[in-house]
């Protein structure tokens, strides 16, 4: 056992002992990793007999609304601060470290008399508390799944539960793409075969998260992808949405989901832009790139960041037409660099 993971192990069950309250906080903009993994784990501590409730900035994505047991989740913008729990014994982090992650809800996280943190990505921030950082996992989900059977061995009492599965195998296919990207190891897959013993809906799971679209995006994607633009030798290609276009299709951001990343499945593309005009004028450019294009690098001189192969700026003060001459002419300049 990892000695952390025993520690925290030992402190949640000292407060299922105490019937005390246990505060779950995925980061801001809930991904179906921090939100599963903390359904999951608030699901297995009930099943131990605790109060477990999960609490989020905003209200939860629509693709995920199929995650089982959502009325556990209070958005905190709905909730008037006399019913605001002042009460948690323990407050549980989880896809993140950084309590700035937890958008509105830090005070309330820092509040809680024990803190812990459940989380995959490298950290270099040394706040306090109990803190799980496993880089080797590739989900939030696979932390939480060994937690619970930890809990299990300690208690003497099975705690998984078919929606609990659910919860975590959400987890586990949204950070791995369907089990597709380079982060997924024989540990996910020991993982997931232990999930699928308790009957999860894979199917209906993955068709939310990767494949559900509608009627607006179908005909937006039509657009965009009609209008592309391909340049250096179809080693760049972009699209571009401008204000009146979203209106003309009644579309909202999510709308444009994956667009970009369908963009760099060309093959020969080696980077990928979509331009996009916000409703304030700013203008967001999300990049997705392959292997001999350094999408952050890229994006760093323009004040913004990300990963290797993905990331994104938003630029101010300047025109769609201007924002797409410069950043697709530096990037011209990168490619044949
Ligand atoms: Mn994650």
Request: proline share 3%; hydrophobic share 45%.
């Given at each position: 056992?990892?000695?952390?993971?025993?520690?925290?192990?030992?402190?949640?069950?000292?407060?299922?002992?105490?019937?005390?309250?246990?505060?779950?906080?995925?980061?801001?903009?809930?991904?179906?990793?921090?939100?599963?993994?903390?359904?999951?784990?608030?699901?297995?501590?009930?099943?131990?007999?605790?109060?477990?409730?999960?609490f989020v900035d905003e209200?939860?994505?629509?693709?995920?609304?199929?995650?089982?047991?959502?009325?556990?989740?209070?958005?905190?913008?709905?909730?008037?601060?006399?019913?605001?729990?002042?009460?948690?014994?323990?407050?549980?982090?989880?896809?993140?470290?950084?309590?700035?992650?937890?958008?509105?809800?830090?005070?309330?996280?820092?509040?809680?008399?024990?803190?812990?943190?459940?989380?995959?990505?490298?950290?270099?921030?040394?706040?306090g508390g109990l803190r799980?950082?496993?880089?080797?996992?590739?989900?939030?989900?696979?932390?939480?799944?060994?937690?619970?059977?930890?809990?299990?061995?300690?208690?003497?009492q099975p705690l998984l539960?078919?929606?609990?599965?659910?919860?975590?195998?959400?987890?586990?296919?949204?950070?791995?793409?369907?089990?597709?990207?380079?982060?997924?190891?024989?540990?996910?897959?020991?993982?997931?075969?232990?999930?699928?013993?308790?009957?999860?809906?894979?199917?209906?799971?993955?068709?939310?998260?990767?494949?559900?679209?509608?009627?607006?995006?179908?005909?937006?994607?039509?657009?965009?992808?009609?209008?592309?633009?391909?340049?250096?030798?179809?080693?760049?290609?972009?699209?571009?949405?401008?204000?009146?276009?979203?209106?003309?299709?009644?579309?909202?951001?999510?709308?444009?989901?994956?667009?970009?990343?369908?963009?760099?499945?060309?093959?020969?593309?080696?980077?990928?832009?979509?331009?996009?005009?916000?409703?304030?004028?700013?203008?967001?450019?999300?990049?997705?790139?392959?292997?001999?294009?350094?999408?952050?690098?890229?994006?760093?001189?323009?004040?913004?960041?990300?990963?290797?192969?993905?990331?994104?700026?938003?630029?101010?003060?300047?025109?769609?037409?201007?924002?797409?001459?410069?950043?697709?002419?530096?990037?011209?300049?990168?490619?044949?660099?």
């Amino acid at each position: 056992m990892i000695p952390t993971r025993d520690r925290i192990a030992e402190v949640v069950l000292d407060v299922i002992r105490k019937k005390e309250r246990i505060g779950i906080y995925p980061h801001v903009g809930a991904d179906g990793d921090a939100l599963g993994s903390a359904i999951g784990l608030a699901l297995a501590l009930r099943q131990a007999g605790a109060s477990a409730h999960v609490f989020v900035d905003e209200r939860v994505n629509p693709r995920l609304l199929f995650l089982p047991a959502l009325d556990l989740v209070s958005v905190y913008a709905d909730l008037d601060t006399r019913s605001w729990p002042q009460d948690q014994a323990l407050a549980v982090a989880v896809d993140c470290t950084e309590p700035e992650r937890l958008g509105c809800r830090q005070e309330l996280y820092r509040d809680a008399p024990i803190q812990a943190a459940l989380d995959h990505h490298v950290s270099s921030g040394e706040s306090g508390g109990l803190r799980l950082i496993d880089p080797l996992a590739s989900a939030a989900g696979e932390i939480i799944f060994e937690l619970i059977k930890d809990l299990e061995q300690l208690l003497g009492q099975p705690l998984l539960t078919q929606d609990a599965a659910m919860a975590l195998m959400t987890a586990i296919v949204s950070d791995t793409g369907g089990f597709v990207y380079s982060n997924t190891t024989a540990r996910t897959f020991a993982i997931a075969a232990q999930l699928m013993a308790y009957d999860p809906d894979l199917r209906l799971i993955t068709y939310r998260l990767f494949h559900e679209s509608t009627k607006t995006q179908l005909r937006l994607q039509g657009e965009l992808f009609s209008n592309a633009q391909f340049l250096y030798d179809d080693r760049l290609v972009f699209a571009r949405v401008d204000q009146k276009l979203m209106q003309q299709f009644s579309a909202t951001d999510t709308d444009l989901d994956g667009i970009v990343s369908e963009l760099r499945s060309v093959s020969g593309v080696e980077v990928a832009f979509m331009f996009r005009e916000l409703a304030d004028g700013a203008i967001r450019v999300n990049i997705r790139s392959n292997e001999n294009f350094h999408a952050s690098d890229f994006a760093r001189p323009f004040g913004g960041g990300g990963h290797a192969k993905a990331a994104g700026m938003t630029i101010r003060h300047r025109s769609l037409h201007d924002v797409v001459d410069l950043v697709v002419d530096q990037a011209g300049q990168w490619l044949n660099g």
